[in-house]
């Protein structure tokens, strides 16, 4: 089992910047695959973004693409994603995950997820 927890979530005008955080705890993290999602109400979860478990693969949504960079520090156990150049459109909850194996876009192949943080973006 890995545990996530996900944190940095907020309240922040267009054009700021976040950082989320998301620990794992559990079976070791540096074997798995991590990724970001986000769903917004009435809206189905979208992939954001994905690193590998050495970190030297990372690929994003074209939404958030150029704008939002996602990165691990397995000493730590965490994973972040850096949320720059936010716009209304971003708000939504975010989800990190977990998986053994390549990162991919498909939220139905992840095995662990977080219980999610909102992130509000005002106009």
């Known amino acids: 089992q890995v545990q996530l927890v996900e944190s940095g979530g907020g309240l922040v005008q267009a054009g700021g910047s976040l950082r989320l955080s998301c620990a794992a705890s559990?079976?070791?993290?540096?074997?798995?695959?991590m990724g970001w999602f986000r769903q917004a109400p009435g809206k189905e979860r979208e992939f954001v973004g994905a690193i590998s478990w050495t970190g030297g693969n990372t690929f994003y949504g074209d939404s958030v693409k150029g704008r939002f960079t996602i990165s691990r520090d397995n000493a730590k156990n965490t994973v972040y994603l850096q949320m720059n150049s936010l716009k209304p459109d971003d708000t939504a909850v975010y989800y990190c995950a977990a998986r053994a194996g390549a990162p991919i876009v498909r939220p139905s192949g992840y095995d662990y997820w977080g219980q999610g943080t909102q992130v509000t973006v005002s106009s």
């Open positions: 559990g079976r070791t993290f540096s074997n798995y695959a």
